[in-house]
């Protein structure tokens, strides 16, 4: 099945199996991310190699994305934003950017972007390092939304991480700023990434609910160019079935689209 909108799955320990990961390959997984608020780098070594290796088994190209930490503070219900940091790239930011680059990742997602000017030090870093790694904003800070043009204008692409993002602003509020980062998005020509808890049951269920159905689905009309997995299918039970489902729900969008969509791909 193949479908223009990409997927992007989180790898942890439920994926890390290379014969799990070809078979997530062949169901559409274009991107697999590495969550470097988590593990070590000699996991994530291993999880690089491996998928470089099912992917070259596959014959199929999956790009590697470094997503950053950034400044967070681990409590009961997980990670949140460090309100009293000053910088938005960590001493950890740049210790895990120096081994992503090293390993070649082929996107650096940057956590609780504020500004243009947090993207801007984060690529200058890259540059420095003689690499031109692109750099994904993740937007998930209010002052993130109010500053989106500005960061769009200096991204190589958008990630709405709505579960950090909700921490932030009033969840009644995440659809419609989803939408509009969206619609920016696709006038500017940038990739867009819709993430987090898109189908969260399938952490432990073999089948999503009609509401995460229906919020995938919405998600690829409504423009997104790729859409992930996080949870679903770095520490679920069925990461193979979360793609699987998330292929079919995206071919079943697009077929809605009627080819009026214009797709901005990642690789």
């Known amino acids: 099945m193949q479908t223009k909108s990409q997927i992007v799955a989180t790898i942890g ?14 169901h559409g997984m274009a991107v697999a991310r590495l969550n470097f608020s988590w593990g070590s780098l ?35 219900s997980g990670h949140t934003f460090n309100v009293n940091a000053k910088e938005t790239i960590t001493p ?35 540059a420095k390092a003689g690499k031109t790694t692109p750099v994904i904003a993740k937007i998930e800070r209010e002052i993130a939304v109010k500053n989106i043009d500005e960061i769009i204008a200096v991204s ?62 919405f998600a690829i009309l409504g423009g997104s160019d790729a859409v992930m997995l996080s949870e679903e299918t770095a520490n679920g039970k069925y990461p193979v079935k979360a793609v699987e489902m998330m292929e079919k729900i995206i071919a079943e969008a697009e077929l809605h689209l009627k080819g009026s969509a214009q797709f901005n791909h990642l690789t």
Do not use: W
Not at 94 to 112: I, P
Not at 177 to 188: G, H, P, S, V, W
Not at 189 to 212: D, F, H
């Open 13 to 26: 320990p439920s994926s890390q199996d290379k014969d799990i990961l070809k078979q997530m390959i062949s």
């Open 92 to 126: 950890k930011d740049l210790v895990d950017l120096q081994f992503g680059l090293e390993q070649k990742v082929d996107y650096v997602a940057m956590s609780f972007v504020g500004s243009a000017r947090d993207i801007l030090e984060l690529k200058s870093i890259i």
């Open 156 to 217: 190589d692409a958008i990630m709405i991480a709505r579960g950090d993002l909700g921490n932030d602003v009033p969840i009644e509020k995440i659809p419609f700023i989803e939408r509009t980062i969206l619609d920016k998005c696709k006038k500017a020509g940038k990739p867009v990434i819709t993430a987090t808890q898109m189908m969260l049951s399938m952490v432990s269920s073999e089948m999503p609910t009609r509401a995460e159905v229906t919020d995938v689905a």
């Open 42 to 76: 000699e996991e994530h070594a291993q999880y690089m190699e491996h998928i470089r290796a099912a992917a070259g088994e596959t014959g199929a190209e999956v790009l590697i994305m470094q997503d950053l930490s950034g400044p967070r503070v681990q409590n009961v």
